[in-house]
C-alpha cells in the first residue's frame, strides 16, 4: 500500500508532525538526511503507521498520486536543498509543503520556480511548538487554494480543534501562510516582554515573592487575561532548581535569544509603512538583554531616580498593573493585525482577519480569550481599521488607559525600564491625535531639502523659501 504522506526532516518538530499524522489514520514516509535521526526515530514508535526511507527516490516513490510531502527542516539553504533533491523524482500536479519559519519572500520565490515546473507549493506557518506539533497545531497554509485543497484533509485532520472547528485556514496565495505566521511571532515577542514587564513591576516595585505573583498570574488566567502565556508563565514562576532550591526563574541568566522572525516582522513593517512600535521595542529589548557584560558593568556608573520610592498599595496596583497588561496586549495585537491587514492590501492577498484570529484559539503560542472578540470585531467590519476603534476594544482601553498611564508613570518615576508598557501608550496616544506634531516635521524637510508640504487649506503640494 503506497503512503498517503511524506515528511522529511526528524528533528523534533518533524518528529511529532509525523507521530500526528500516523496518530491521525494517515500511512506516512519518513525521510531524514542523516541515516541516525530516522533509526532513533523508529525505535519510539510504538505501532503507527510510519515507513522510514533512507533514498529520498525509494521515500517519494512510496508516496500514492498526487504526491504530498511535508518538509520540516531549518529554514533558509536548507529548504532549498531538500526541494533540489526532491524535483527530479515528483511529477506534474505533486505538492511539497514547507512547515518551517521560512521567510515569505524565499516561500515566494521557491513557490514561482516549482510552478513552473508544474509542482505545487504550500508556504505552510506552523504555530504550537513540539506539544503542539504532536497534538495539534494552529495551521496558516499559503500557496494556490486549489493545491491547499489537495493537502487540506491531512491538514485540518492534524491541527488543533477548537468548539470542534480546526485551527487551520487558508491564508492566501504565495507567502500569505509564512506572512500570517511571522507577524504571529512578532506579536508573541511583544506580548512576552509585556508579560515579563508586569512580572518586573509586581517584582521590583510592590516586592511580592515569587510564589505570590504565581498567584496572581494563576488569578488573571482565570479571566479576560486567559492565554497559554499567561498559563506557562505562572507555571514557570512555581518552578524550584533542583540544584539550589531556589525559584529556577532566579537562577536563568537574563540573555534572551531571537531566531529572526520578530526581527523579520520589525524589517517588514518598516520597509511598508506600518506602525509595529511595540513589537519592534519587544525587538531590541532581547537586544538589548544580549549585552549582559555591558550593563552589568553600567550597573556601577550609571545611577537612577533618587528620590525614596513611596509605599503602594498593593490591592490598587496589582489591578492597576493587570489593566496596562491587557491594554498593552490590546495595543500589541492591534498592530499585528494592523500589518496584516496593509500588507494584505499592499500585496493583493486578502487576508481573512476573522480566520486568522479564529485559529490562534487554539494549538498556537498565542492562543487567548480575547481572539473570539477579535474574530468578531472583523466579521462585523471586514474593513476594520484598527482593533482599538472597534466598540468592545473601544470601551476597554477607554477604561483600562488610566492602569496603564500609573504605570508606566511609576515605572518612569522608579527608574524601571518598560519598553512595551511605554510604547503601548504611546501607539495608543498617538493613534487618537487627530492632529499631530508631523506638521513641524514637514515644515523641517522643507526647510533644509525642499521637500515640500500639503496644507490644511488648499489642495496641491508646496515649498517656502524659509530664510529669504
Not at 505570590?212 to 508563565?233: H, R
Amino acid at each position: 500500500m503506497l503512503n498517503t504522506i511524506g515528511v522529511i526532516g526528524l528533528g523534533v518538530m518533524g518528529s511529532n508532525i509525523a507521530l500526528n499524522m500516523a496518530n491521525k489514520g494517515e500511512q506516512v514516509a519518513v525521510y531524514n538526511y542523516t541515516r541516525d535521526l530516522t533509526d532513533q526515530f523508529m525505535e519510539k514508535l510504538d505501532g503507527q503507521s510510519i515507513t522510514p526511507y533512507y533514498e529520498i527516490q525509494d521515500f517519494v516513490q512510496s508516496l500514492e498520486s498526487p504526491r504530498k510531502v511535508f518538509v520540516m527542516v531549518t529554514a533558509g539553504k536548507a529548504i532549498d536543498s531538500v526541494i533540489a533533491a526532491l524535483v527530479p523524482f515528483l511529477a506534474e500536479g505533486d505538492v511539497i509543503m514547507d512547515g518551517g519559519n521560512s521567510h515569505y519572500e524565499d516561500t515566494e520565490r521557491r513557490y514561482d520556480e516549482l510552478k513552473s515546473k508544474g509542482i505545487g507549493y504550500l508556504g505552510i506557518g506552523i504555530s504550537g511548538g513540539e506539544v503542539g506539533a504532536l497534538t495539534g497545531p494552529s495551521i496558516m497554509p499559503g500557496g494556490d487554494k486549489d493545491i491547499y485543497e489537495k493537502a487540506a484533509p491531512i491538514l485540518t485532520k492534524i491541527a488543533a480543534y477548537v468548539d470542534n472547528d480546526p485551527c487551520c485556514a487558508y491564508m492566501g496565495p504565495k507567502g500569505a501562510g509564512h506572512f500570517v505566521k511571522m507577524v504571529h511571532n512578532g506579536i508573541e515577542y511583544a506580548d512576552m516582554q509585556l508579560i515579563a514587564e508586569a512580572y518586573t513591576f509586581l517584582r521590583e516595585r510592590l516586592h511580592l515573592s515569587v510564589d505570590e505573583i504565581a498567584d496572581i498570574f494563576e488569578t488573571w488566567n482565570q479571566g479576560e487575561l486567559k492565554s497559554y502565556l499567561i498559563e506557562i508563565t505562572a507555571e514557570i514562576l512555581r518552578k524550584k532548581d533542583e540544584i539550589t532550591g531556589l525559584p529556577l526563574i532566579d537562577v536563568i541568566l537574563d540573555k534572551a535569544g531571537q531566531k529572526g522572525t520578530g526581527r523579520w516582522t520589525s524589517i517588514q513593517a518598516i520597509d511598508n509603512g506600518v506602525p509595529a512600535s511595540i513589537i519592534t521595542e519587544s525587538l531590541f529589548a532581547r537586544y538589548i538583554s544580549a549585552i549582559k557584560e555591558e550593563r552589568v558593568n553600567a550597573e556601577n556608573i550609571l545611577t537612577g531616580p533618587k528620590n525614596v520610592q513611596q509605599k503602594l498599595d498593593k490591592n490598587e496596583w496589582i489591578d492597576s498593573i493587570r489593566q496596562a497588561l491587557y491594554m498593552g496586549k490590546v495595543c500589541a495585537y492591534a498592530q499585528g493585525f494592523t500589518q496584516y491587514k496593509m500588507t494584505s492590501e499592499l500585496y493583493g492577498w486578502d487576508l481573512p482577519l476573522k480566520d486568522i484570529a479564529l485559529i490562534f484559539r487554539g494549538g498556537c503560542i498565542i492562543r487567548a480569550e480575547f481572539l473570539n472578540v477579535i474574530s468578531d470585531a472583523y466579521q462585523d467590519q471586514a474593513d476594520l481599521a484598527n482593533l482599538l476603534i472597534s466598540p468592545y476594544f473601544a470601551e476597554k482601553v477607554q477604561d483600562y488607559q488610566i492602569g496603564l498611564r500609573k504605570v508606566v508613570c511609576e515605572g518612569i518615576n522608579s527608574g524601571i525600564s518598560f519598553p512595551c508598557l511605554s510604547a503601548s501608550l504611546s501607539y495608543y496616544d498617538s493613534y487618537r491625535t487627530g492632529t499631530s506634531n508631523a506638521n513641524l516635521l514637514q515644515a523641517q524637510r522643507d526647510y533644509f531639502g525642499a521637500h515640500t508640504y500639503e496644507r490644511r487649506d488648499l489642495a496641491g503640494t508646496y515649498h517656502t523659501n524659509w530664510n529669504g
